[in-house]
């Protein structure tokens, strides 16, 4: 069956002959313009809503209020509106005050069904990838040019930092190995702590033992394994943990993306300042 389709129907007009009768009886007809607007037939035989009549056509937006009382009495004075805007700026400054409040509710109630997950995924997020990875990032970048002098060789230098970021290109590859192969009876704990030594060591490395451009790639790697070796692991827990609490999946995911932006703001800010109080060398 086709859809019903509205249709204007305009009233009913006197024929030729009824205009002549009316005329011979003394009366006058209406005319066409009398005859009032079209009527729009619905589904239900609803007719032309009141707002028609003050003009504008099918569509009730398009009819002028000034003279018409339906539309008039729609209208909303000016003090209303300043005390609408009012209201809403004191409901927007009374969000920010219990902003850290609502925060803390947040924060409590996913520790209530995910329990400790939570501090370590904010901590990967937040102080690990985001301001860590930010930090590191901006002193690897001095400490190639400036230490290494490598300013002059951009392409040898791309290459150095293209081997470094492997880690992060092989991703699945860890987390199959780590589903595979646990190390004392742990399938994540022990890559963490194993990627964390690693990391610790390249970055000391960087900082004190001076290294040719050739050695200094694999505690890059290293460097770049420590970062995304946890980044792995979280999500593989978080994705096990979701299937628990399915309704509070999503804002998990929010909480540890929201510590990541956090982080990165922070390391944006104070990165800069913080490898030219140091010197490359020492902060990386």
């Given at each position: ?8 129907i ?34 239900r ?10 003009g ?6 398009d009819?002028?209020a ?80 400036d230490v ?92 096990k ?38 010197r ?5």
């Amino acid at each position: 069956q086709a859809p019903f389709r509205p249709q204007l129907i305009h009233p009913a007009r006197p024929s030729p002959r009824q205009e002549l009768r009316a005329e011979m009886s003394g009366a006058s007809p209406r005319s066409a313009r009398e005859a009032g607007p079209p009527v729009l037939l619905t589904q239900r035989g609803e007719s032309t809503p009141k707002s028609w009549k003050c003009g504008g056509g099918p569509m009730a937006a398009d009819a002028p209020a000034k003279g018409c009382p339906e539309r008039e009495s729609a209208g909303v004075s000016p003090e209303i509106s300043k005390a609408k805007q009012r209201c809403s700026l004191m409901a927007t400054v009374v969000g920010i005050l219990f902003a850290p409040c609502q925060l803390f509710c947040f924060v409590r109630d996913l520790h209530t069904k995910f329990g400790g997950f939570v501090t370590v995924g904010v901590s990967q997020y937040g102080i690990n990838q985001g301001l860590g990875n930010g930090i590191g990032s901006l002193a690897q970048r001095y400490f190639l040019k400036d230490v290494l002098h490598l300013e002059a060789r951009p392409g040898f230098m791309q290459n150095i930092r293209t081997a470094a970021k492997i880690p992060w290109n092989v991703k699945p590859v860890v987390g199959m190995l780590s589903d595979a192969l646990p190390i004392l009876g742990f399938h994540r704990t022990s890559y963490i702590g194993i990627a964390a030594g690693l990391g610790s060591i390249a970055y000391l490395c960087l900082g004190v033992v001076p290294l040719t451009a050739a050695l200094t790639v694999p505690f890059m790697f290293f460097v770049n394994l420590s970062i995304a070796t946890p980044d792995i692991m979280v999500d593989a827990t978080a994705a096990k943990l979701s299937k628990d609490a399915p309704e509070s999946a999503s804002d998990l995911q929010s909480l540890v993306w929201g510590a990541l932006s956090v982080g990165s703001v922070v390391a944006s800010a104070t990165s800069g300042k913080l490898v030219e109080w140091l010197r490359a060398p020492h902060a990386v």
